[in-house]
């Protein structure tokens, strides 16, 4: 599963990068996703909302329902 996680995270920099920001993979640990947003997205009041509703909605979607996405600092 770690694999494809990392692989649909590649996949969705794309879109922040479009926007100026990136994201950079903390660790996996079990269904737990510890993400830090960078550039534009690391200091977007949004960023919570981009990683609850956008990135964990997506993983929940098309790799595990109960993967739970968090920011790191």
Do not use: F, N, Y
């Amino acid at each position: 599963m770690d694999e494809q996680i990392k692989a649909k995270l590649e996949e969705l920099r794309g879109m922040l990068q479009a926007d100026g920001g990136d994201l950079e993979l903390v660790s996996i640990d079990g269904k737990t996703v510890t993400l830090r947003l960078q550039g534009a997205c690391g200091g977007c009041p949004h960023a919570t909302m981009t990683l609850k509703q956008g990135i964990e909605r997506i993983l929940r979607e098309t790799i595990d329902p109960e993967i739970v996405v968090e920011r790191a600092i």
